[in-house]
């Protein structure tokens, strides 16, 4: 079993920042690679920024490019998500996820979840 707790959202205005960390612990040897995903409200999850533990994979939603980073703390178990120019729209539950074989692209690997944490960005 792997626990993920999310930690780091809040409220901030448009153009502001927020960095998002996922704590790991359990049977962290289990995990492959790590996405974030969000879902607003009325809306599906989706993923928004992923990253694989070898071969430097990285993934990153058209509509957060260039301004969302995720890395990863390797002492801390920590992936974090660093979000700057935040918009309106990236008003969502962000939850983290980790992922069994490292393939971010594929949806059914992500085999534990974090509880979530709210982002909202008002304009």
């Known amino acids: 079993q792997v626990q993920l707790v999310e930690s780091g959202g809040g409220l901030v205005q448009a153009g502001g920042s927020l960095r998002l960390s996922c704590a790991a612990s359990?049977?962290?040897?289990?995990?492959?690679?790590m996405g974030w995903f969000r879902q607003a409200p009325g809306k599906e999850r989706d993923l928004v920024a992923a990253?694989?533990?070898?071969?430097?994979?990285?993934y990153y939603a058209d509509s957060v490019k260039g301004r969302f980073t995720i890395s990863r703390d390797y002492v801390k178990n920590t992936v974090y998500l660093q979000m700057n120019s935040l918009k309106p729209e990236d008003t969502a539950v962000y939850y983290c996820?980790?992922?069994?074989?490292?393939?971010?692209?594929?949806?059914?690997?992500?085999?534990?979840w974090g509880q979530g944490t709210q982002v909202t960005v008002s304009s």
């Open positions: 996820a980790s992922h069994g074989s490292g393939d971010v692209y594929y949806m059914g690997g992500y085999d534990y």
């Open positions: 359990g049977r962290t040897s289990s995990m492959y690679g």
């Open positions: 990253m694989s533990w070898s071969g430097g994979v990285t």
